[in-house]
């Protein structure tokens, strides 16, 4: 267990609907980062949070967006749902300064129909 | 996109035998790292190894590094049926400012009892 939780497990929506996914990062971690994992494929970094500003983005539109909490637990939004923003959601928390591993919690699957 | 490709896409194995696994990568590395995915939830950090190192150990598990031609490799020796899982390569990039992972698509290991 690397101490990040993620809520809820699964989530069924429907296309045109917004969701919210939410992170609790490990004790002591100051940066969160979210990553859309589809079906087969790796993990695609969305974007990070540090201090709860974005730092930086990955090649996702503006309605995947999110927000970091003085506790550093974070949420992911996504607006206007697609059929393929169906995956799998991570985030994934670390130390912002001369640490180069991050702890992902279990993650979120969302379907969208 | 994938910063690397994993080599074999899949791999099926017998129970005590050695898995190895595959990875290349594109740019210019600081470190890679390797993880690993039980049944499509969360991604557990296995190793880390520096471009400055060509190999390293942590238990059952061996990896090298040849940053001449790009490449990693993961060795797990004496496999047991709980290895069963998918086995991702990850580079660590800069991106504005945030320190993202870019993965390749992973190798899929099924040990057979």
């Known amino acids: 267990e690397t101490g990040v939780t993620q809520s809820p497990t699964h989530l069924i929506k429907t296309r045109g609907q917004q969701v919210t996914l939410r992170c609790s990062s490990q004790?002591?971690?100051?940066?969160v980062s979210w990553y859309q994992q589809a079906l087969g494929q790796g993990p695609q970094f969305i974007f990070q949070?540090?201090?709860?500003?974005?730092?930086g983005r990955g090649n996702f539109p503006p309605r995947f967006s999110g927000l970091q909490f003085p506790n550093y637990s974070s949420e992911l939004n996504v607006n206007a749902l697609e059929l393929d923003d169906s995956a799998l959601y991570l985030c994934?928390?670390?130390?912002?300064?001369?640490?180069?591993?991050?702890?992902f919690g279990p993650g979120t699957r969302l379907t969208v129909t | 996109s994938q910063q690397g490709e994993e080599d074999p896409q899949a791999l099926s194995i017998q129970e005590g035998e050695n898995a190895t696994m595959n990875c290349s990568y594109k740019t210019s590395i600081n470190n890679l790292q390797w993880y690993r995915q039980n049944s499509g939830r969360g991604l557990v950090h296995l190793i880390l190894?520096?471009?400055?190192?060509r190999e390293k150990h942590s238990g059952r598990l061996r990896v090298t590094l040849d940053t001449s031609k790009k490449s990693s490799s993961l060795l797990i020796t004496a496999s047991r049926a709980a290895d069963t899982a998918s086995y991702f390569c990850?580079?660590?990039?800069?991106?504005?400012?945030?320190?993202?992972?870019?993965f390749g698509q992973g190798t899929r290991l099924t040990i057979n009892p």
């Open positions: 994934a928390s670390s130390l912002r300064t001369g640490s180069y591993e991050q702890y």
């Open positions: 190894i520096r471009s400055n190192e």
């Open positions: 990850a580079t660590l990039r800069l991106i504005q400012g945030a320190q993202k992972l870019v």
């Open positions: 004790s002591g971690h100051n940066t």
């Open positions: 949070y540090y201090r709860e500003e974005e730092n």
